[in-house]
């Protein structure tokens, strides 16, 4: 499974990257809301792991983007930030993101059963029976 991690703190990305790639996915990152984008098109993965606070848009911006984009609508999105504020994470929800995560809750060897209970919750919504 291919997921996107869109964030611009290395030290996070290499965190959760390293655990997530010991359970077998493939991960592609990008340090901005712009580079995420594109790299949500060109790379097509199976869910986006989206930061809240980027340095160029905003992670709620970005999600927009996403599902307003017939190109990658349909790919599940969680925010992991550690921004939980109530309005942002509601905003982020009624904007189409299956979850959101905070860093500081989660373990990075938790992060693979969340991603596969996303993606389960984002089949089943879809109509797909295809398991992970």
């Known amino acids: 499974m291919k997921i996107l991690m869109i964030d611009d703190d290395q030290a996070v990305l290499t965190l959760f990257s390293t655990a997530l790639k010991k359970h077998g996915y493939d991960i592609v990152t990008a340090p ?11 790379e097509k993965p199976d869910m986006i792991l989206l930061d809240q606070v980027l340095p160029d848009i905003q992670g709620n911006e970005v999600l927009t983007t996403l599902k307003q984009d017939d190109a990658t609508k349909s790919i599940p999105v969680a925010m992991l930030s550690n921004f939980g504020q109530t309005e942002l994470v509601q905003k982020a929800i009624n904007s189409g993101a299956t979850d959101y995560i905070l860093k500081y809750q989660i373990e990075p060897d938790e992060l693979d059963t969340k991603i596969r209970d996303i993606v389960r919750i984002a089949q089943s919504q879809a109509g797909s029976e295809q398991p992970f």
């Open 32 to 42: 901005d809301g712009k580079s995420g984008i594109e790299k949500a098109k060109t």
